[in-house]
RNA sequence: UUAUGGGGGUGGAUGAUCGCCUGUUGUUUUUAGCAACAGGAGGAAAGUCCGGGCUCCGCAGGGCAAGGUGGUUCGUAACACGAACCGGGGGAAACCCUAGGGAAAGUGCCACAGAAAAUAGACCGCCCCGCAAGCUGCGGGGUAAGGGUGAAAAGGUGAGGUAAGAGCUCACCAGCUACAGGGGUGACCCUGUAGGCUUGGUAAACCCCACCUGGAGCAAGACCAAAUAGGGAGACGCUUGAGGGUGGCCCGCCCGAGUCUCCGGGUAGGUUGCUUGAGGUGUCAGGUGACUGACACCCUAGAUGAAUGAUCAUCUUAAACAGAACCCGGCUUACGGCCCCCUAAGAAG
RNA sequence: CGGGACGUGGCUCAGUCUGGUAGAGCACAGCGUUCGGGACGCUGGGGUCGGAGGUUCAAAUCCUCUCGUCCCGA
């Protein structure tokens, strides 16, 4: 079972302009210092990701690095995210200085923040 | 060793864990998943400043317009690029810079200052004549040697000459034009003779001359093709009722003017174009060189919300600029550290 | 990725084609007017013309390179 465990396959992410539209219509929002989340629910029975990144975040390459970053969060964290959400990261300049270990301890503090809103908004 | 100028190379490595994209093979539960193996960003991939290939549209041929290029000869598929050479400029030198055709084809412009800015021109000065007169003043004329202005003032020096001067005359020098001879494929260079004494700058102002250019661009173009709306053709039907609803079915009842089939265009979306090419590497040959030819070997990204990454450890600390998007050839710009070659000058030995 | 436009005082813009003086409005400062303020009148300060190089006697203007901002095209 925890073989696939942490990969991150084209289904598990988010591809088409129109699904973005939908989740940037829909969803909630949540800000910290490094990146936006945004997030909806989805009729899955698994969770979905994506990246928006702009022109003015900087040239291809500082670009590029923060999507991976972002990446990597969804990837190796991915067990603890509910299912059933689709989940959109907008990431900030700061990204760039920000160490693993930082990175890591927002994620989980995001995850915590969704899994709360989830609930309310199921019940 | 220090320093100057020029040219070239390199563009993190190794290990561990977890991943991503493509291809091939195998397998399964076959619009997909799994496993194994192989491959997976740059010297600038950048800016998009030029030149091509490739597509679609246009096109008998020629001219005009518009734009570009601008020493010569080579190189190249082509160029605004490169090489060699010529002319000019800078430097003590190695070396560097150079949009470098034409200003006696024509037009325009040259602010301010200055008398005058391009058919030259008399403010001061110098000289002559006339009138008045104590120093001198006024008027007419000659004069570009001197002063002053300007970025630029119409050859320079010397002698003759003159009322004073002036290429007015002469010598030398600089420059121009024409001709002749020699060298070079050519730009151009060298030598000689003659001429008139002399012609400002600006063409990255209009322009003239020579040469070049059809327009768009892979979001080009090609193919497949939902839903909705609309087009064409055919069939059935419009109170003698096609079709639909109710219903297991028929009758009945209700609604009722369109319904069904096919064709073509085509949006969302998908597939393709998409990587074997003016390709690399090596050897030999030709050429001063850019480059070219022959032979052998190699296959080296192809994504599409967009892959080549993340974390940790070691290398003294791992760090610069920076990410393919149809493909090539250049140019330009950005760039940390390290290494190599050539070179001028100085110091020391 | 491709195509196109614009950078001038603190702000909004002229001037660039046709090269020699950088100008207007608002804003700012001072003075006048008023018992005081506003409005009005007068006066004044403030600009590397995005940056670098070239052409020219001379460049905001012409040429080349570069930086930034904005717009258009699935």
């Known amino acids: 079972m925890t073989r696939g465990r942490f990969k991150l396959t084209k289904a ?56 991976r970053l972002c990446r990597e969060l969804f990837r190796l964290n991915k067990y603890k995210i509910p299912k059933g959400i689709d989940l959109i990261f907008l990431p900030k300049k700061a990204i760039l200085e920000s160490s693993w270990q930082e990175l890591n301890g927002r994620i989980e503090e995001a995850v915590r923040k969704i899994a709360k809103r989830i609930h309310e908004k199921r019940e």
């Not at 129109?18 to 829909?26: I, L, S």
């Not at 909630?28 to 994506?50: H, K, Q």
Request: aromatic share 10%; no cysteine; charged share 30%.
């Open 12 to 67: 598990e992410r988010i591809r088409k302009s129109q699904e973005f539209q939908q989740v940037f219509k829909r969803g909630e929002r949540i800000n910290f210092p490094e990146f936006n989340l945004v997030f909806a629910l989805n009729n899955l029975n698994i969770s979905r990701m994506g990246v928006g990144v702009g022109k003015r975040f900087g040239n291809a390459v500082k670009r590029n690095r923060a999507k």
